[in-house]
């Protein structure tokens, strides 16, 4: 079946560093892929996706391109802030019939200043 | 829009009461999903809806859950008798067919006691 991998975390930068969290997905055929995140006590919200190959997704200063060679979505930031503490969640899903995200278990990140 | 509601935002009970969880989805939206999420389990899909009909239930733990969607704009997740082992964060999340993008709510906090 489909599935989602993605790093294991926690992962505690400073504040300033380079980001990355990586993503992999085993499906058949092209899904879409997305970048959820949770902030402390809230639900989850859509940070950015990719809909075909190559595609870059990006939002608030993070990005991800869709690799289907490599069939990974790897997250990235420059220079992170303590406002992206969070839980990232790597997902994918099949449009136009089957809504269903698939998730990755997710990955706690905490920023220290 | 005020985005997908839930009620009540925390819940504490006894173990063998009855527990109600609701959802409002965003208008429009036709398909509705219920996660729940725990430190040791992450996140689990226990059931979606695609125009209040339910589409897949196959992650519902166990017959003392059950969930309804009467109309389109009010979905129920019900435990009957509740467990300590039921303790969570109940989220509902709605999507529109096409997008694949979920929006989630702010979820439910559940302590059976």
């Known amino acids: 079946g489909d599935s989602v991998t993605q790093m294991e975390g926690p992962v505690t930068l400073s504040e300033e560093a380079f980001l990355t969290i990586n993503c992999t997905y085993t499906a058949t055929g092209y899904p879409s892929l997305f970048w959820y995140v949770q902030y402390p006590g809230e639900g989850l919200q859509l940070l950015l996706k990719?809909?075909?190959?190559?595609d870059k997704g990006s939002n608030k200063g993070f990005e991800a391109t869709y690799r289907k060679e490599t069939t990974s979505f790897h997250l990235e930031k420059g220079s992170v802030q303590v406002s992206d503490s969070a839980v990232y969640f790597c997902a994918l899903s099949f449009n136009f019939g089957n809504e269903k995200l698939t998730f990755g278990t997710g990955t706690r990140l905490t920023i220290i200043p | 829009d005020a985005g997908v509601i839930q009620s009540p935002r925390h819940e504490v009970t006894e173990m063998g009461q009855e527990v109600t969880l609701r959802c409002k989805p965003i208008s429009g939206h036709d398909y509705l999903f219920w996660y729940r999420q725990t430190m040791m389990r992450g996140l689990e899909l226990l059931i979606y809806f695609n125009n209040n009909v339910p589409i897949d239930d196959s992650g519902m733990p166990e017959d003392r859950f059950s969930a309804k969607m009467p109309n389109a704009s009010f979905s129920t997740l019900k435990i009957q008798p509740s467990e300590p082992r039921d303790s969570a964060v109940y989220f509902c999340?709605?999507?529109?067919?096409?997008?694949?993008?979920?929006?989630f709510g702010a979820g439910t906090r559940l302590s059976v006691l």
């Open positions: 999340a709605s999507s529109l067919s096409g997008g694949g993008i979920q929006y």
């Open positions: 990719a809909t075909k190959a190559d």
